[in-house]
DNA sequence: ATAATAGTGTCTTTTAGACAATATCAC
DNA sequence: GTGATATTGTCTAAAAGACACTATTAT
């Protein structure tokens, strides 16, 4: 099973035991802010101190499996996210005061946010938002991969259909939008900005469903559509 | 050190070991072709193979350093890549024979290439044209990662200006309109690209210098400006 | 009626893409 | 000169952004 040792120390099983962790971003966007699940850790290192949820992959798991895992048992999470991406490895020598640890982060987008229930290695669960969190200091190199996660939101935005993971099954155009406005921190025209989602093709599927939520004509209800990539694509800097 | 176990075995000691490599994906522009710098594996599994220049993350080694010295150790590519990114991390269960391994994937860009020097467990080291290879077969889960970084590369040329990366410290349009023509596989129009590029803020510095290369009018050669993304950004498909 | 939101249309500016025209080289 | 490449300019169509206007609701 094992190949020939090469004299440099090539065999795998001679090497020092690295540990490979998954960690989650979850983000939603709740009370007109963009919030990420995090839990407050229940142990040493880092006690006391909010973390993003993770922990170790097992035996013979798929990383994005260890990801819905460890998203379910620290916060409660059961539904799968809408939307579930790698988004990088952080694994400097330092970043873990127990061992060398590679951590495989994940970003997920959430819609309509349940209320966590800790487990796990948590102490606590909840949604904070991003510009809270990120104020108030992170375990680990987590305010890093916070930030890098909240940052490849942004961009991903702009060219793909993700924004509607944060949406529900069904959504009107104004919710759309306001996800935007929230991942963006951003105004955008409501009539420009109707006229591009509705027109980039396969963006948006027609429900024939309506939807009244206060004053106002009711707003048309609509599904995701199967493209991945808006064309054109939307813009930031208005 | 080490924290109290948990029951349900979070002591991270306790984890079977995992492997944590590096591979790299490194690729340039030649004779027309984008082309990826593999090695042929001297070592089981998969001996005689085709494969990506990896091997294991050293205990206290950052994992980009780990990727620059792999490339040294088995291709005797000894400059710094023009540019070098993580990709994504490839660690499903059944992916090593040998052991659980999760591999770091690396892309780099290199202009000007020099010819590869096999070393460590590569019996041989060679550019290999994309198709090529992919159309070869290669070991391990390489194809996935090697497929995955060139469209990662085609993705990146839109809307940032890592096509510089592929060209040498000073360039001409013609040639980084080259750089584009392969990475993309498309033909652009020469007069609508050279407007784009030398329109596009801090994309491009101007040296002052000129170059004649064949016939035709010297052109003016350039430098890789600051501005790192695209604004506007080139587009795909024409 | 008034206020609020949803949705359509119109206008101007900007950009993309096609392509004419000019500049400067090798031969 | 011819032929090739570099560079600038011009034109048209598409898209972005500003914003007037209509539609439909709650109060």
Redesign the interface.
Known sequence: ????P?P?G?D??A??????TVDVVALTVRDDALQALLITRA???FLGRLALPG???R?????SAAAIRELSEETGLRRTPAHLE?L??Y???GR???????S?AYLAMVPNPPEPRPG??AAAAAWVAVGTALAAGLAFDHATILADAVERARGKLEYTSLGTAFCGPEFTVSQLRHVYEVVWGARLDPRNFHRKVTSAEGFLLETGHTMIDGPGRPAALYRRGRATTLIPPLTREP
């Open positions: 099973m094992t190949s020939t090469a440099d090539y795998p099983a090497y020092p035991p690295f540990a490979v142990e040493e290192p922990g170790f992959v035996p013979d798991e798929e990383l790698q990088k490895t694994g400097s020598p873990d005061p127990r061992m060398r640890v590679a495989v796990g290695d």
